[in-house]
């Protein structure tokens, strides 16, 4: 497994503590506010924000369907339509779709372990709304133009990472 932390180098084969370490450290604001881990077959999740306000996404590699994860309840603060703004960019998110560091964390280590998804959280294919717009690495820096509508995914090259568009 692979993780890649916006403004930092990759790291395979990690530990679940540097992978904890590097989710726990993520802010909406600051030069880390998004990160993904990959498995060797391509599959990924991902997380935008940091601290009480995140994004969970993943995306099967075998299929090519994204999805978002959303729990049962509303968030108690942020209404449907709530703009999460952070380094990619900025998404309005459902009520239902915003998560703290800690669930973030639950997923990541479940996803690195190769175990089930916990079961208060729940994934809405979002593959037919958001396409095939990635957040890449870009030397020159964020290049999303439809952020808000699409899926974000990280790609390194040039030594950093930072978001654009691949439509």
């Not at 779709?97 to 280590?109: G, I, K, R, Y």
């Amino acid at each position: 497994m692979r993780v890649e932390v916006e403004g930092r180098p990759p790291i395979d084969e990690l530990t679940a503590p540097q992978l904890q370490s590097a989710l726990r450290n993520l802010r909406s604001y600051g030069p880390s506010s998004f990160a993904s881990l990959t498995s060797v077959n391509g599959d990924y999740v991902q997380v935008a924000g940091g601290g009480v306000g995140c994004m969970i996404e993943r995306r099967e590699a075998s299929t090519g369907r994204h999805f978002r994860a959303f729990r049962d309840r509303r968030h108690p603060v942020f209404s449907d339509g709530t703009i999460l703004s952070f380094g990619g960019g900025k998404i309005p998110l459902q009520s239902d779709e915003w998560f703290n560091v800690a669930d973030v964390q639950d997923v990541f280590l479940t996803f690195l372990n190769g175990l089930e998804f916990p079961e208060a959280i729940k994934w809405r294919d979002m593959s037919a709304l958001l396409g095939s717009v990635k957040i890449s690495a870009q030397a020159e820096g964020p290049k999303l133009g439809r952020i808000a509508t699409v899926p974000m995914r990280l790609r390194r090259s040039s030594g950093s990472l930072s978001a654009s568009s691949t439509a």
